[in-house]
């Protein structure tokens, strides 16, 4: 009985050592420290991403920034963003540069790429993890469910 629960506890351990899965406040949308926008809603951070706005509410043109590939964050911001898998931003994106009524959001190899490139522009817009924030970028936007 004692082996049992020594590995029984051992196993419970391993568990609590396992990391949590991202929160959906986890990702944040984020500008540059010295872009006048101070707060998107929801609707206004999809219209950017998919292509119906190109430019902030105070007219200023925005530059949407993704990060490139299958990253898990992509997925997650999407998903909770506009309910759509990868698979279906992509096709929707397709059909979009298709008809040529929008250009999908530039690409970035990573996060800190995506942190990088907002510092240098003001216009940039992204998502990124909140554990990436730094005193060049603002949140504009946060899940919160």
Do not use: H
Not at 13 to 29: E, F, T, W
């Amino acid at each position: 009985m004692i082996r049992v629960t020594k590995y029984v506890l051992a196993f419970a351990l391993c568990l609590v050592a396992l990391p949590s899965p991202a929160s959906p406040n986890d990702v944040v949308v984020v500008v540059n420290i010295k872009n006048p926008t101070d707060q998107l809603t929801k609707s206004q951070v999809i219209g950017l991403f998919m292509g119906k706005y190109l430019a902030f509410p105070n007219g200023i043109k925005a530059s949407t920034v993704d990060i490139d590939g299958k990253d898990n964050l992509k997925k997650r911001f999407y998903q909770q963003l506009v309910g759509m898998s990868l698979a279906r931003v992509n096709s929707f994106w397709s059909r979009i540069k298709f008809t040529g009524r929008a250009k999908p959001p530039l690409k970035q190899p990573t996060e800190e790429a995506i942190v990088r490139f907002i510092t240098l522009k003001k216009d940039a817009i992204s998502y990124i993890s909140r554990s990436k924030l730094n005193e060049n970028l603002k949140v504009v936007f946060e899940f919160n469910e």
